[in-house]
């Protein structure tokens, strides 16, 4: 079964933990100095929340996370299947974990990730070269959003 993820950059960790946790009635499944995540099942969805590398504050990026290779395969052809330029990145790290994942943009530069996690890691990890998925309407400053400009060289995911 699919899970919605949800990744949002945010001013200050924790006061936006305590916010969260107040709202989903849950403390995060992983707190780092820079990260947190929640694993909720109701509703179902990855959110998490990070203070990394000066990117804009709101939503990064959203996703499909999915749990095994054939829904992996599922939502990789349902990317094609958008129409929009794919980025393959295959396997990475990134948010503390090891994952398989690809990116895409929608018209407006909104980036979507799909992805398969494997394992924790004890990094944050690196984010790809966005450049190919570049729109004009894309946040010229968002850690994850693809940019016009500037390649993405920052740690982030």
């Not at 203070?51 to 996370?65: D, I, S, T």
């Not at 990145?89 to 948010?95: S, V």
């Not at 990094?123 to 729109?135: K, R, V």
Request: proline fraction near 4%; charge should be negative; glycine fraction near 8%.
């Amino acid at each position: 079964m699919k899970r919605f993820h949800v990744h949002v950059g945010v001013s200050n960790l924790d006061e936006s933990i305590a916010f969260y946790s107040g709202l989903f009635g849950a403390s995060p499944s992983v707190t780092k100095s820079d990260y947190a995540k929640w694993m909720l099942e109701d509703p179902r969805i990855n959110f998490a929340i990070s203070r990394k590398c000066g990117a804009a504050k709101g939503v990064e990026h959203l996703g499909l996370q999915v749990e095994d290779q054939a829904e992996l395969t599922d939502v990789y052809g349902r990317l094609k299947a958008a129409k929009g330029p794919v980025l393959e990145e295959g396997a990475t790290t990134c948010c503390y974990a090891k994952s398989e994942k690809s990116w895409i943009a929608d018209p407006d530069g909104v980036v979507w990730e799909a992805f398969l996690t494997s394992g924790d890691s004890t990094i944050y990890g690196e984010g790809p070269d966005f450049a190919s998925l570049a729109s004009d309407n894309a946040a010229a400053n968002a850690c994850c959003a693809p940019q016009v400009a500037t390649p993405v060289t920052s740690s982030c995911c």
